[in-house]
């Protein structure tokens, strides 16, 4: 046998087991993991490192109109941070817009992304208007390979559906096999909140979280989970951030509801007290739901030690503080918190912020990969062919050195925005190379690979119920 690469005796995870092996890869797929014969293949030293299949990102906004802006990331630059950060592949969202035709919003966003994403993509649907004449609308999109749709409980007037239409897609996917991935939190009450702060002349940053309570996420979830039940049908929860939330699901999944939920690193490392920075600093911050009172972080860590979460994903969608390239900014916010574009980036810190908690003892390295890959391959159609290191699945490998250490700082980082969350942050860990498909796209601080590298990934209906 010969091959292209051999990733050579490195420390192979994943989600079930820990070995030391070499990874062997021909035509961009795993040929075999085991001791292996290099011959005249390109051979990677992985010794002392850890090799892991690449990451997962099922949450990311790239080239996204929003709030009166655009995300300061596109395709090529969210791509490009996404694979330094030892992701190889993302499902961004295609967005419909009121009145038009799922296939449209699709078209739209293939275009965005053709040719100009370094990772392998998807997408799932935004679902904004769903008239039961359009509902079989979703059934060409599973079959075109789009088989999850995101719906809105917040965001009134610009996404947010009602429960009629919540149902009719809920029920929608028992028939065609999607799955309907949710944001929950209560959009009306916190509209009244925000109106109230407004005119008591409540404008910073802070009141952004202020007007958006726990409660409102765990009441939000709690419906559509009862909603779910009545579709008798799975349901996922996008960016989870309340400890009152999970509950909710963790309640459900004992009564043996098929419920899941993701949640985000900016949940798990950061808080409340970040709004409460000097000046308009706490706008970084301003993203939904928002950021918890510290102690949450501590229920969600349990939570995905205790499978309560499955899935960490980013929901990278960023803004430039400042007005860049004609590109409006957060600073559209600075008279009124309600207008300042929800979003942060995170795509190219996760893999590394949640190394680092393996490495202080948080969650062990298998259930890293688990969170970070393998099951959100399971529960998004992706696997076997991502997700794991066995013989025929995608080369998508990355190599992290466990013995080094690495600082986020805006100058190192690959995404077209003006700020970091991170800033200065130092974590155990460097991811030192990334293969995309056998492709050899990171080596340190240098892209080798093309920006073009990703393929779009046609996605099955679920394989479960
Ligand atoms: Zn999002």
């Known amino acids: 046998m010969s091959y292209d690469l051999v990733v050579k005796g490195g420390t192979v995870v994943t989600a079930a087991d820990t070995f030391v092996a070499d990874v062997a890869v021909s ?56 694979v330094f950060g030892g992701t190889t592949s993302v499902i961004d969202f295609a967005i419909q817009k009121k009145g038009e ?107 952004h979280a202020l007007t958006r309570p726990m409660s409102a996420e765990a009441e939000a979830t709690r419906r559509a989970i009862a909603l779910a039940e009545m579709a008798g049908v799975p349901i996922y929860f996008v960016h989870l951030s309340a400890g009152d939330a999970m509950d909710e699901v963790r309640r459900a999944r004992e009564r043996g509801q098929p419920v899941f939920a993701e949640t985000c690193p900016q949940y798990l490392y950061l808080s409340y007290d970040d709004y409460e920075r000097p000046g308009f600093e706490g706008a970084k911050f301003v993203m939904s739901p928002p950021l918890r009172p510290k102690g949450n972080e ?22 430039c ?68 290191l066995s013989p025929g699945a995608d080369a998508d490998i990355v190599m992290i050195d466990p013995r080094k250490k690495h600082t986020f700082e805006l100058k190192n980082l690959h995404a077209n925005v003006d700020y970091n969350p991170y800033e200065g942050k130092t974590v155990d860990g460097e991811i030192t190379n990334v293969f995309v498909r056998g492709q050899h796209m990171v080596e340190g601080s240098k892209l080798l690979g093309r920006t073009s590298h990703g393929h779009f990934l046609r996605r099955p209906p679920r394989s479960f119920n």
Not at 351 to 360: E, G, I, R
């Open 27 to 82: 035509k961009g797929k795993v040929a075999a993991v085991g001791q292996v014969a290099a011959g005249d293949a390109k051979v990677v030293d992985a010794r002392g490192q850890i090799v892991i299949p690449g990451g997962i990102d099922v949450h990311t906004h790239f080239d996204m109109p929003f709030m009166g802006a655009t995300t300061a990331d596109d395709f090529t630059t969210g791509s490009t941070a996404a």
């Open 101 to 207: 035709a799922l296939r449209q919003a699709f078209d739209t966003w293939r275009e965005k992304a053709e040719g100009k994403s370094a990772v392998d993509y998807a997408f799932h649907m935004i679902v904004t208007d769903l008239p039961e004449k359009q509902v079989k609308e979703m059934d060409k999109m599973v079959d075109e390979g789009v088989s999850s749709f995101k719906l809105f409980m917040a965001y009134p007037g610009i996404f947010m559906s009602d429960d009629a239409t919540i149902f009719r897609a809920l029920s929608r996917t028992k028939e065609n096999g999607g799955m309907i991935c949710m944001h929950a939190e209560n959009g009306g009450v916190i509209d009244v909140l925000v109106q109230k702060a407004l005119a008591e002349g409540k404008i910073e940053p802070k009141y």
């Open 298 to 319: 501590e229920r969600l860590w349990k939570g995905l030690v205790r499978n309560d979460l499955q899935v960490v994903s980013t929901d990278h969608c960023s803004f």
């Open 321 to 388: 503080m400042k007005v860049k390239g004609g590109k409006a900014g957060k600073e559209l916010g600075k008279k009124d918190f309600s207008k300042i574009p929800n979003g942060a980036p995170g795509v190219e810190t996760r893999m590394l912020l949640l190394w680092d908690a393996v490495s202080k003892g948080k969650i062990t390295q298998n259930r890293f990969v688990e969170i970070t890959s393998t099951t959100p391959a399971k529960l998004f159609g992706l696997y076997p062919r991502k997700g794991h």
